[in-house]
């Protein structure tokens, strides 16, 4: 099943269990996919799993960074419900690697490109990105390669 029609049909069994903000939060993220259609000028033929995926992954990064800030500002009511956002549409992507399974990917792309200096971090990077693709966060990513670099 393609990931648009799971988040449809779930959307679906969320309204007619009654459960709203479960239905609000994939409302949300269909039309975040619907504008990304439009754009693309795909409306007619959708955008495939890994452009969904990538839309899902920033949609989880914007309601971490809001959780952030509403933490930031002492609004812990509003950071939950980011939070409690960002948990629904984490269950649409794919599982996360754990830091050392990432580490071990950041170490073998370091040797693979020989990169010795923090000035190649971009490059390393990019490679990991591209090899892991949604499975890993990419401040994470970024992080380890940091730390592995320095």
Known sequence: ???KDKISNDLKAALLSGDRFMGEVLRGLK?????EEIVQGKRETGLDDSVIEQLIAREVKKRNESASLYDDANRPELSANERAEAKIIMNYLPA?????????VVNRVISDLSATDPSQMGQVIGAVKKELGNTADG???AKLVKNALS
């Open 1 to 3: 099943m393609f990931l």
């Open 96 to 104: 996360q690697l754990s830091e050392d399974d990432i580490n071990t």
């Open 31 to 35: 039309a975040v996919i619907l504008n």
């Open 139 to 141: 401040a994470l990513i």
